[in-house]
């Protein structure tokens, strides 16, 4: 009798830690998620309702904000702005990377461990260091309140990143594949384009989608960059944003849920790539 | 013949590091270099840079209270970081790495906020945190609760806080899953071997799971201290460096200088103690790895 007591309450014993990992578990979750559901009920009513019934579910839905937003040309100039500035430096980041990868994975030569030291200099400090003097050298080269100049900054802080990645991806390829390749009459370029950039699909993948998030996220680039609002990026138009419209939470809120829709989207398609690229990039870096 | 083939070939290679090398050259090596320099002068951006003064702005910006301050607030994101949030996504990683049902959907959640940008983040906590309950939610949650409500980006006590709740909202699920990353990579053979000699779950975590994790925690604990560093567009957003530079930072104390007060000799001389602050804990970083590495 009294074991069988003892036995229960060693049992509810090893519940115990369950259920409160569950409930910690619970209310990271809600902190984490309560928030955007907060935006989003904002986003989807009228000012009037924003400002006496906030937290409520938007029933019924609210359109008028988002289409106050959709109309206003601003808002696509900002969306085109930062997809041609995320295609461009991710297109850029994938292509000079892997280049440089390829030589650092499979060339010997003299100087080569400094020169790797030299390639991954942006994984010492942050690229925020440099800004200033970007902003000076852009000015001399006459890129100012130009995307083109966005796009190469953005591509170079992502090289330093993406080259260790991909370098240790090209090391893992068997040195015999290249032997047989070159035996078939490859020489080393044929090797890198037909055989090599073919088998590392996975990792150009994982570089890509990093390189987009993080492209696609900066403001102080483009703060520090560009002027003109139509050349406004979509991080730089949400900051401008909310000084302008400020006091109009809601449709603020509004703006947020429009400038957070391809972000999302992205991450429902690429989230395994996104990951991949993150954990191969901090673990092996 | 076939050598000569060979050399040719890899001269062509070579041609693979020339545009990286370039766009690392004119963004990131030059600009440093060019940064030590300008720091040297007072020069505010226009025409050359003439008015050479030496270590002068160095001088200031070291006695300056403002900067002390934007160190001291940078450095207590840091500390921060590494007590509170690394630990708390740490915990977060066992408990979701160890067959709870819906592992993917809680990483996908958790993961969610580093996937928005820092622009949007920054905003949308602004409203979050709005001082009236009838508009800031945190507020609203207080007064239910029956707290009294907080000025919490008004307060110079409470603002830099504040601030940590948004970075830990919006990082801790990259940290998290970096730890259920290696949480996989630890070999199951080692932790049953462990459980058939007798080991307990909490023995277990502190000598056999935590310290597989080391690796893992060390990377984790260098980007924080990077990220943390850098920290800008979340403050500048939420407070610009306010209430009376209560939550300053580092780089927002720079792109104050440089590119509203433009003071860019100043700004520069800003520039280069946050290098040499970074430098000293990457290298440092990097030769306790180096050392820790060889012992194992």
């Given at each position: ?116 030291q030299f390639f991954t200099l942006g994984l010492m400090f942050p690229a925020t260091v440099a800004i200033l003097?970007i ?18 900054v953005l591509?170079t802080f992502q090289l330093s990143m993406s080259t260790v990645i ?44 990093l390189a987009?998030v993080n492209t696609?996220n900066d403001l102080l680039v ?55 690229g993150l954990t191969a990039g901090s673990i092996k870096g | ?23 690392i050259?004119?963004f990131l090596v030059?600009p440093i270099?060019?940064c ?34 934007a160190v001291g607030n940078s450095f207590t994101i840091v500390a921060l970081s590494l007590f509170i949030q690394l630990p708390?996504a740490l ?23 580093y996937?928005?940008?820092e622009?949007?983040t ?41 601030i940590f709740?948004v970075l830990t909202?919006k990082y801790i699920g990259f940290h998290m899953l970096l730890y259920?990353?290696g ?31 080391a690796g893992t925690i060390r990377t984790s604990v260098y980007l924080s201290v990077l990220g943390s560093l850098q920290v800008f567009a979340i403050v500048w ?12 930072v580092l780089s927002t104390y720079m792109y ?14 800003v520039a280069i103690v946050m290098l040499i602050i970074a430098l000293i804990f990457s290298i440092t970083y990097m030769s306790f790895v180096r ?6």
């Amino acid at each position: 009798m009294s074991d069988n007591g003892a036995r229960k309450s060693k049992k509810l014993k090893n519940k115990i830690p369950i259920i409160l990992k569950y409930i910690i578990l619970i209310m990271a979750l809600l902190f984490i998620i309560v928030p955007i559901i907060i935006i989003i009920f904002g986003g989807l009513k009228t000012r009037g309702e924003f400002y006496t019934i906030p937290y409520v579910p938007p029933i019924p839905p609210r359109w008028g904000n988002i289409v106050r937003i959709v109309k206003m040309p601003i808002f696509w100039y900002m969306l085109r702005n930062s997809m041609v500035v995320t295609t461009a430096a991710t297109a850029g980041v994938v292509i000079i990377a892997s280049m440089s990868a390829f030589v650092f994975a499979r060339i010997n030569f003299k100087g080569k461990g400094v020169m790797f030291q030299f390639f991954t200099l942006g994984l010492m400090f942050p690229a925020t260091v440099a800004i200033l003097p970007i902003f000076l050298i852009v000015r001399q080269i006459g890129l100012q309140n130009n995307l083109i100049a966005v796009i190469l900054v953005l591509t170079t802080f992502q090289l330093s990143m993406s080259t260790v990645i991909l370098r240790n991806f090209f090391m893992e390829v068997p040195s015999e594949l290249q032997d047989a390749a070159m035996i078939d009459g490859c020489n080393t370029i044929g090797f890198f384009w037909r055989i090599l950039i073919p088998l590392a699909k996975p990792s150009l993948a994982a570089v890509a989608s990093l390189a987009v998030v993080n492209t696609w996220n900066d403001l102080l680039v483009a703060l520090v960059l560009i002027d003109s609002e139509k050349l406004w990026t979509l991080q730089l138009g949400t900051m401008q944003f909310q000084g302008q419209y400020g006091q109009d939470l809601s449709l603020v809120s509004a703006f947020l849920i429009l400038a957070a829709i391809p972000a999302v989207i992205f991450y429902m398609f690429a989230q395994r790539h996104i990951v991949s690229g993150l954990t191969a990039g901090s673990i092996k870096g | 013949m076939r050598t000569r083939n060979l050399s040719k070939d890899r001269i062509k290679v070579f041609l693979f590091l020339i545009p990286a090398a370039a766009l690392i050259l004119t963004f990131l090596v030059i600009p440093i270099f060019q940064c030590g320099y300008y720091s040297l002068f007072d020069w505010n951006g226009m025409g050359p840079a003439e008015d050479f003064t030496g270590l002068q702005n160095l001088k200031n910006i070291l006695t300056n209270k403002v900067f002390l301050k934007a160190v001291g607030n940078s450095f207590t994101i840091v500390a921060l970081s590494l007590f509170i949030q690394l630990p708390m996504a740490l915990f977060l990683a066992i408990v979701i790495g160890r067959g709870i049902r819906g592992r993917a959907f809680y990483r996908t959640v958790f993961f969610l906020p580093y996937v928005l940008s820092e622009a949007i983040t920054a905003v949308m906590w602004r409203i979050l945190y709005n001082p009236e309950p009838s508009r800031g939610f945190i507020n609203a949650v207080f007064q239910a609760f029956g707290w009294e409500t907080k000025a919490w980006l008004g307060d110079t006590s409470l603002v830099l806080f504040s601030i940590f709740v948004v970075l830990t909202w919006k990082y801790i699920g990259f940290h998290m899953l970096l730890y259920i990353t290696g949480l996989q990579n630890i070999s199951k053979d080692i932790e049953e071997a462990a459980l058939i000699d007798g080991v307990n779950r909490r023995q277990m975590l502190t000598y056999i799971t935590i310290p597989l994790l080391a690796g893992t925690i060390r990377t984790s604990v260098y980007l924080s201290v990077l990220g943390s560093l850098q920290v800008f567009a979340i403050v500048w957003i939420m407070t610009k460096g306010g209430p009376v530079n209560a939550s300053e930072v580092l780089s927002t104390y720079m792109y104050r200088f440089s590119f509203v007060r433009f003071q860019l000799g100043y700004g520069a001389g800003v520039a280069i103690v946050m290098l040499i602050i970074a430098l000293i804990f990457s290298i440092t970083y990097m030769s306790f790895v180096r050392r820790t590495e060889h012992i194992a």
